[in-house]
Structure formats: C-alpha cells, structure tokens
C-alpha cells in the first residue's frame, strides 16, 4: 500500500511538472512546429484525413499525431499549450504503462515504482515531452502493445490479445511499420519464459483482422482515390528511409550507439555497472535477456537505417527502465556506493550548471532565481542521503527530484529565449500587436511553419534555392498551391510576386538578408524591425 501511494503521489507530481508550463513559450522550428502547424490546418480546414503543410499536402506520416493535436486546439485553442497538452498525456500514459508492466513481470511493486522514476528520469523521455513528433506516441502504444501481450500470455484472457492488435493498430497510424520494432523483437524472446495459456482460435483470426481494418483505413482511403499514394508511402516514405536519405536525416553508424547513453543518463552508467555485475540473469531463457535484446536489436537496426533522429529511439526506454530497477533491487548493499557516484555525480553536475550560468556570457537568459532553486534543490537532495529512508531509494528519489527541477526549468529558459531556440513567436506577437496580421505575410528562401501556426493563417513562401521549400506537389488536384509558393526563378510567377507587394504586406527574412536581384522588393517596405536572426519589413 506504501509503494502505490508514493506512485500515486509521484504521478500526480510528474503531471504538474508536464503540464506547468508546457505552453510558456511558442512552437520551435522544425519538428515542433511542423507538426504543430498541421494539426492547426486539419482544425482549422475540418480534413482530418489530408495532412496539409504551408498549403501543400503533407503525407510523410500517417495522420494521428496530427488529428490528435487537432483535438487539443478544439479543446484549449490554437496555441503551444494546445499543441503539447496530448503529448504530456501520453508521457503519463508511458508512466502507467511502465509500473503496470513491471508489476507484470516481476510482481514487486516497488520496482515498479523504481522502473517507472527511472524511466521518467531519461532525458530522452523529457525531450519528447517537449518536442511535437510522433515519437511519443509511438513509444505509448508500443508499450501498450506489450503490457496488453504480457497479460495476455500470463492469463489467457481473450480482450487483451484485442488490446494487443488495437494498439499495433493505433501505433501503425502513427508512424506506420516501424511500430513492430520493439514490440516483436521482446515478444520472440519473451514467450520463450512464458508459455501459452490458449491455442489457436477464431478469436486471433479477428483480433488480427480487426489490426488491418484499422491499421489499413487511412492508407486505403488514400490508395482507393490515388494508387500513386501507396507506392508512395510504402517506397520513399519506409524502405527510402531505411535505405536512402530520402530527407536530409541521414548521420553516421555510431550516432545511436554514441547517443544512447547520454540520453539515458544518469541510470545508463548504472545499467552498464549493474549488466556485469548481475550477468548471472541474463540467461537466453529469461525476461531479462528478453529486456535486453529488446533494446540492443532495435538500437543496431536504427543505426543501419540512414534516417536519424534521437527521438526514434524512444519505444527502447520503457523496458530499459524495467530492466535497470529490477537488477538494481537485486544488487548487495555495499556496492550502492557505485549507484550513488554515478547518481550524485549527475545531479550535482545538472545543479552546478544552473547555479553558475547566470554569471556566464553564454548570449542565454538565465534567471537568477533558478540558480536559489537549484541551491534549494541541492539541499533537498543533502536531506534525502541524510534521512532514514531505505538506502536503494535515495537514488531513486534523488533522481526524481532533480528530474523535476530539470523540466520546469528547461520549460522556463526555452520562454526565456525564444528567439535563440528557434521559435518565432515574439516575431507573429510583434506582428499581431501591430495589427499586421490581415495582410499577405511573405516569409523569404525559408519554410517556417512556425510563422502560419503563430499568426493562424497561410503564408506565402518565396523559394530562392533552399532545400526546405522543395515540396512535393504530385497529390495536389489543384494549383491553389501556388498561392502560397512562390518560385523567383521563375519570371511568371516573380510577376505574381510584384502584384502582391503592391499591397500592403509583410516580409520576413531570417538570418540572410535579400540578394542585389531583389533589393527592389525590401524598397516596397518602408519599416524594419530587428528581432535576433529575424527581419520584419513591412
């Protein structure tokens, strides 16, 4: 009863430390904001079906990221806080889902309580709560998928083997194949410890048919009035990403294996320590190798992949997790002391860095009164070694606390610098404020969905040779398009662009200034306002 309400407690903690201030600062290029920017064209358009970017059709990724961020500006409005909120609540999702799954395999519901802080204290789980993608989600429904297997397998009972094909069926919406990764790799190793409770029956024929009705409806939607759309998605979109760099994402072999434990820190030294002291368990026949080999396979694979994004990864850290408690519960006392270095060793070099970056020139605003949390913080953790509390859960808490401090704080810098991370909300606050908003906004040589989601509208984007406004414009059935592209090679549609200016609009440029060729466009304007890399003529 003590360890679910010190869960209880820690959930309802981790929830306001989410949601606090999530929505404190705009929408940051490119992830964040491109996915942000869509789910506000499907609430704004009522086409939940086509994903629409900058007035261009946008079918990298299958659609429910961005129907469910549509949901949150129904509910809260078209703003951050809006375009996160259901991110924070899959997070808690995972968080659940983590402490209910190692209850499953290990029935010690205080390593669930221990895998589920672990889990919450990866700094890769912290950046997907505060990046729009669909890593999150993914890695939701990919446990999901397991914890529902696991029960099924233990008990037999027929609705979580629905469970387990209704959540590979949500996961496959939201990116598609990559969602059998993790989920199938433990599964091969697990069901070699735990045998079946049911044979074969009429119920897996429909269980898996229930999977393809839902995992297919979007793709057949699309197929049915486009054929073009399923080579598509099935060439360039999966086994071109795999491949290929289809995108711009490709990085080297060792990125994952070099990344990996840094967003795993602090527990990832501890996980390393605790594998050779512990390597008795890893036997081929057991959960935990299973563990395991969950996380090593799909690491290898993601590294052969040429697409790269640490966020991929995700789906690895919840069995992870589970992994280190339990081996870190079985561990002898007297070596605790290595635990608590690397612990210690982390937080105090996180509490170090926020007390003294207020009195570094690093060109960030750091508030003073986070380096007085920090020392406050510091104390707390002083308290905790120094109390009466069972020695394996120092660590524990001491993770945890500085977790906390670590979100709300990086939530507070990123509202506090804006401008230097990427979002561009003082620039769409600067134009609203000067009733700018109702003219054409152009946006210069640069796609910027963060310009469209802050100022809620379309904007026209002048290419000039940048890669990012290369759109595919195959699936689009009309030109309308090209109202919101505009090619300044082109000298038909840089006619169209000297129509535009000659009513009252807006430029914005960033970084780069306009070329000679084109100094007659920024004598159009007679302002300028400087914000960071930004330029507003208007």
């Not at 970017?53 to 129907?67: A, E, G, M, S």
């Not at 949901?71 to 703003?79: A, C, R, S």
């Not at 735990?194 to 269980?207: D, L, V, Y």
């Not at 809620?456 to 290419?463: A, V």
Request: charged share 15%; net charge positive; glycine share 4%.
């Amino acid at each position: 009863m003590k360890n679910k309400l010190t869960f209880n407690i820690f959930l309802v903690i981790a929830t306001i430390s989410l949601l606090i201030n999530v929505g404190s600062y705009g929408v940051i290029e490119s992830s964040d904001a491109r996915y942000a920017e869509i789910g506000r064209a499907m609430h704004v358009s009522g086409d939940y079906m086509h994903p629409n970017l900058l007035d261009v059709h946008h079918y990298h990724k299958p659609p429910f990221t961005y129907q469910i961020t549509a949901l949150g500006y129904k509910i809260f409005g078209i703003n951050a806080f809006g375009a996160r909120f259901f991110l924070q609540l899959a997070v808690l999702l995972q968080l659940i889902l983590v402490y209910r799954l190692s209850i499953s395999l290990f029935n010690n519901k205080k390593t669930a309580l221990w895998s589920t802080i672990i889990y919450f204290s990866f700094p890769l789980v912290l950046m997907s709560s505060r990046n729009l993608t669909t890593d999150a989600f993914l890695a939701t429904f990919a446990l999901l998928s397991i914890y529902s297997w696991v029960k099924y397998r233990q008990t037999g009972i027929i609705k979580w083997l629905y469970a387990f094909t209704l959540s590979l069926a949500l996961g496959f919406l939201t990116k598609g194949p990559v969602i059998f990764i993790v989920p199938v790799i433990f599964i091969l190793f697990y069901n070699r410890t735990e045998k079946s409770k049911r044979s074969f029956s009429i119920h897996h024929i429909a269980a898996w048919s229930l999977f393809l009705a839902i995992a297919a409806s979007w793709f057949v939607y699309l197929g049915y009035s486009n054929p073009a759309f399923l080579d598509y998605f099935l060439g360039k979109q999966t086994a071109d990403r795999f491949s290929k760099n289809a995108f711009g994402r490709t990085e080297p072999f060792w990125y994952f294996l070099a990344f990996a434990p840094l967003v795993g820190l602090p527990w990832f030294l501890a996980f390393i320590y605790l594998l050779k002291d512990q390597k008795e368990l890893l036997k081929t026949k057991t959960i935990h190798f299973a563990m395991l080999m969950a996380f090593i396979i799909p690491l290898i694979f993601f590294s052969i992949s040429s697409s790269k994004r640490i966020l991929y990864i995700l789906p690895l850290y919840g069995l992870l997790a589970i992994l280190i408690a339990d081996l870190f519960s079985r561990i002898n006392t007297e070596k605790i002391k290595t635990i608590n270095a690397f612990i210690l060793g982390f937080s105090s070099l996180i509490l170090l860095t926020f007390i003294v970056a207020p009195f570094i020139n690093t060109g960030m605003n750091f508030p003073y009164y986070l380096a007085i949390a920090s020392c406050g913080v510091a104390i707390i953790v002083f308290f905790i070694y120094r109390s009466k509390e069972e020695v394996k859960f120092k660590p524990v808490l001491t993770s945890f606390v500085v977790t906390v401090f670590l979100l709300i704080s990086a939530s507070t810098i990123l509202a506090k610098n804006e401008l230097k991370v990427n979002a561009s909300k003082p620039v769409t606050d600067f134009i609203i404020s000067e009733n700018l908003n109702s003219r054409d906004i152009l946006v210069y040589n640069i796609r910027k969905s963060s310009i469209a989601f802050g100022l809620n509208k379309s904007i026209i984007s002048l290419y000039d040779g940048h890669e990012s406004l290369n759109r595919e414009t195959q699936f689009e059935t009309d030109t309308n398009w090209k109202n919101h592209l505009i090619n300044l090679k082109d000298a038909t549609e840089l006619e169209s662009l000297h129509e535009i200016v000659e009513k009252p609009s807006v430029l914005i440029l960033y970084k780069k200034q306009l070329p000679e060729r084109l100094k007659w466009l920024a004598n159009k304007y007679s302002h300028k306002k400087e914000m960071g890399k930004w330029t507003i003529l208007y």
